[in-house]
Nanobody, 117 residues
Framework: EVQLVESGGGLVQAGGSLRLSCVASGFTFGDFHIGWFRQAPGKEREGVVCISSSDGRIVYRDSVKGRFTMASDNAKNTVYLEMNSLKLEDTAVYYC??????????WGQGTHVTVSS
C-alpha cells in the first residue's frame, strides 16, 4: 500500500523558513516521481513543484521559484521541500504526491503551513 506522510508544517512569520518532509513507503522509492501541491482555504489545489515525466526536469510554480527547493534522500525514502522567504500567500495545506507533472495519483494527509505578518 502506497503511503506518503508529510510533516514539518507550522506557524512562521513572513520572511521565515520551513522544511517539509514526506516519508514514502509501499513502493520502490526511486522508481516514481514525487512532487508537492498545496491548497489554501477556499481556493483550488495548485501545484508547487513536480518532476516532468518526459525529461525529468524539476518544475516549480512561478510564484515559488527561487524560494522553494525540492530535494530527496533515497536512503531515507524521504522528499523534502525547503521553503524560504515565506509569504502570506504561501499559507496552505501542503501535500506530497506520487506522480509526475502530468498527474498526481496518490497523496498524503497534508501538513499545515501558516505564514503570519
Amino acid at each position: 500500500e502506497v503511503q506518503l506522510v508529510e510533516s514539518g508544517g507550522g506557524l512562521v512569520q513572513a520572511g521565515g523558513s520551513l522544511r517539509l518532509s514526506c516519508v514514502a513507503s509501499g513502493f520502490t522509492f526511486g522508481d516514481f516521481h514525487i512532487g508537492w501541491f498545496r491548497q489554501a482555504p477556499g481556493k483550488e489545489r495548485e501545484g508547487v513543484v513536480c518532476i516532468s515525466s518526459s525529461d525529468g526536469r524539476i518544475v516549480y510554480r512561478d510564484s515559488v521559484k527561487g524560494r522553494f527547493t525540492m530535494a530527496s534522500d533515497n536512503a531515507k525514502n524521504t522528499v523534502y521541500l525547503e521553503m524560504n522567504s515565506l509569504k502570506l500567500e504561501d499559507t496552505a495545506v501542503y501535500y506530497c504526491a506520487l506522480g509526475g507533472c502530468s498527474s498526481f495519483v496518490s497523496w498524503g494527509q497534508g501538513t499545515h503551513v501558516t505564514v503570519s505578518s
